[in-house]
């Protein structure tokens, strides 16, 4: 797992109440596949999984901003308990801010995992605002961390155990699993 370097970054991750995902690109690798009756197929790494119900268990809330509409989505954002799912938005900082209303959490407490270009108002207005190797490069060159693992392949993981590791909880998580 990648650390974060800064102690001012690590900081700003170490007040993290709410984390936020894209899925396309995050929690997905970005492909779009199609059955030929024309119903997505989405592909989830269970990795990814259980770093949110690690969050989960550390009193962090999540939730997924998405661009697409998908039912695999609601389903999978079900089966992990994710507190709040928005689809069918693409202006995420809108949505984000939707939720800072809803919630009472604000930037100072949030952070955000996006790879593309309507991410990068979100990941550019959170304390912790994160992207993968395999982000347009635009993203990467705006976001305050980067994942060693590319998205679908482990990158929400590493991107939950980041902030669980700046919050000195990430060796209880695993404590809990002998």
């Known amino acids: 797992m990648k650390r974060i370097e800064t102690p001012a970054l690590k900081e700003k991750a170490a007040k993290i109440k709410l984390a936020v995902f894209d899925v396309d690109g995050i929690m997905t690798d970005g492909s779009l596949h199609f059955l030929p009756d024309g119903r997505e197929v989405k592909m989830f790494n269970t990795l990814d999984g ?8 550390a009193g962090i809330e999540t939730a997924i901003i998405t661009g697409r509409r998908s039912p695999q989505v609601e389903i999978r954002a079900q089966a992990l308990n994710i507190s709040y799912l928005r689809q069918g938005r693409d202006d995420k900082l809108a949505a984000l801010e939707e939720l800072w209303t809803m919630t ?65 909880l990430l060796e209880k998580a695993y404590q809990d699993f002998l």
Request: aromatic share 8%; proline share 4%.
């Open 50 to 57: 259980l770093g949110l119900k690690m969050l989960h268990q």
């Open 104 to 168: 009472g959490h604000s930037a100072q407490d949030t952070a955000y995992i996006g790879d593309d270009l309507p991410d990068l108002s979100a990941i550019k207005a959170v304390a912790f605002g994160c992207t993968v190797p395999n982000a347009h490069p635009f993203v990467r060159e705006h976001a305050d961390w980067c994942t060693e693992r590319t998205g679908g392949y482990g990158a929400a993981r590493e991107f939950c155990e980041a902030i669980l590791e700046a919050k000195a």
